[in-house]
């Protein structure tokens, strides 16, 4: 099983609204990520878990909450996102975080904040 | 601090024609070079990493990368273009303080006509 696997493909939410997104590797991978990608550039980072323990949080706001319940699961938790927030959230794994380590990245889950 | 610029927005390419996708690097240690490719609505794929010592690197689909150290470039390039190629494609730089981040181009969306 070489795949990251993310869920929901979309979501749709209102600025209220509390929702979470999850992603699932099972490659025996230590490092997660999320990133943000906007239509037409390149991803941006907002997390590093490595070991289940977060590394690097880029001045993401507190509206995104991330999780890593155990060493296959990531969670990125919404709550009163602002329509700005709307992109595609991709996460990504790697063996680990070495520096010569490639990233495996999911499908992504489209999000539209209204 | 590392990074990587690719030039072109989009480079198009008739089929069965060789296809060149520029990438220029800036590090401040060892290069930890990539290239990853995104379909449409779709995570990205790894498509290849730098080898330390290696000028010409072999990766997926018949796509190889071009180091040139006195040029600070790693182009991405194909012998035979099919229409299939057509994609977004990133350059990337792994962060050698840790590990932790991998640094995106802008992206390059080449297009190949049949």
């Known amino acids: 099983d070489t795949e990251v696997t993310q869920t929901p493909k979309h979501l749709v939410m209102g600025m209220t609204n509390k929702k979470s997104l999850k992603c699932e590797q099972h490659m025996g991978h230590r490092a997660m990520y999320w990133y943000k990608q906007k239509a037409k550039k390149p991803p941006e980072l907002m997390f590093v878990y490595s070991y289940e323990k977060l590394s690097i949080n880029e001045s993401v706001p507190s509206r995104f909450s991330p999780e890593c319940p155990n060493s296959s699961l990531l969670n990125l938790h919404l709550h009163a996102l602002q329509p700005e927030d709307s992109a595609l959230y991709l996460c990504a794994s790697s063996q680990r975080t070495a520096t010569n380590e490639k990233l495996f990245f999911g499908s992504g889950t489209q999000l539209s904040v209204l | 601090a590392q990074s990587v610029a690719q030039p072109e927005d989009q480079v198009n390419v008739a089929e069965g024609n060789p296809l060149t996708v520029k990438c220029t690097y800036s590090v401040s240690g060892n290069p930890y070079l990539f290239w990853y490719v995104q379909y449409p609505n779709r995570g990205l794929q790894f498509l290849l990493k730098y080898i330390t010592g290696d000028n010409l690197v072999k990766g997926s689909y018949g796509f190889e990368a071009e180091f040139n150290k006195s040029q600070t470039s790693f182009h991405l390039k194909k012998p035979s273009a099919l229409v299939s190629d057509s994609a977004l494609y990133f350059c990337?730089?792994?962060?050698?303080?840790?590990?932790?981040?991998?640094?995106f181009g802008a992206g390059t969306r080449l297009f190949v006509k049949a």
């Open positions: 990337a730089v792994r962060d050698d303080t840790g590990g932790f981040k991998t640094i």
